[in-house]
């Protein structure tokens, strides 16, 4: 079974520029997450989704951020305008369910804002 | 909501030790406790979970222990080899999404 695609794996751009990431759910799964990581506050959640509908973006740094949920299987995280303290590794996880479920994690964007 | 605290946030051992993880939840609620290992450059992959109607679990080296009263998790790692050396996260869920520990960086010293 394919997991969760990510892409690009890494993206390196200028300060100022908008950024999109991207994100395949496993089949069948009906909640994703959006998480960020850096060595300084670790792993954080930014956003997450069930069934499409984003339930809780508590986590999303300020306006920059955004996210879509555009149909059951894909999801887009964009940063604009991109600042170099939004430099870290972005990763998106999808579950069965919201809660009392694993989540399974893509292998994440590594991004650099310069 | 809830808060999971981990400890230590280092851990060094000798090939073949035993090393121990301990976490706490506040959330009563929480009846889910994934644990992930995250190899340096690598995503966070679940080794093994337990849900709140069983004490312990265990897979192969590598078992958890939940005490719901006193509402702590543990991981241990029997017989450590040096590709345990990873961060190791865990979690708990209830009526909210996982809430992650901060990670424990362990360290197997061939």
């Known amino acids: 079974d394919a997991g969760v695609i990510q892409s690009p794996r890494h993206e390196v751009t200028e300060m100022g520029q908008e950024v999109t990431l991207r994100c395949k759910l496993i089949s069948g799964h009906n909640s994703l997450f959006w998480y960020r990581q850096t060595m300084m506050r670790g792993l954080e959640l930014l956003i997450y989704f069930n069934n499409n509908v984003p339930i809780d973006d508590s986590g999303m740094p300020e306006d920059r951020f955004s996210a879509k949920m555009p149909n059951a299987s894909f999801s887009t995280l964009k940063i604009q305008p991109s600042e170099p303290r939004d430099s870290a590794v972005y990763f998106c996880?999808?579950?069965?369910?919201?809660?009392?479920?694993?989540?399974?994690f893509g292998d994440g964007t590594r991004l650099s804002i310069l | 909501g809830e808060n999971v605290e981990q400890h230590p946030s280092t851990l060094s051992v000798q090939e073949g030790d035993s090393a121990v993880i301990k976490c706490t939840y506040s959330?009563?609620?929480?009846?889910?406790f994934p644990w992930y290992k995250q190899e340096l450059g690598k995503r966070p992959q679940l080794i093994i979970d337990i849900r709140s109607n069983v004490g312990e679990k265990k897979d192969q080296r590598i078992a958890v222990t939940l005490n719901k009263t006193a509402k702590h998790f543990s991981l241990h790692i029997t017989e450590t080899q040096p590709e345990d050396s990873a961060v190791y996260f865990c979690?708990?869920?209830?009526?909210?999404?996982?809430?992650f520990g901060k990670g424990t960086r362990l360290s197997v010293i061939a």
């Open positions: 979690a708990a869920s209830g009526n909210t999404p996982l809430v």
């Open positions: 959330d009563s609620a929480s009846n889910y």
């Open positions: 996880a999808s579950s069965l369910a919201a809660d009392n479920q694993p989540q399974h």
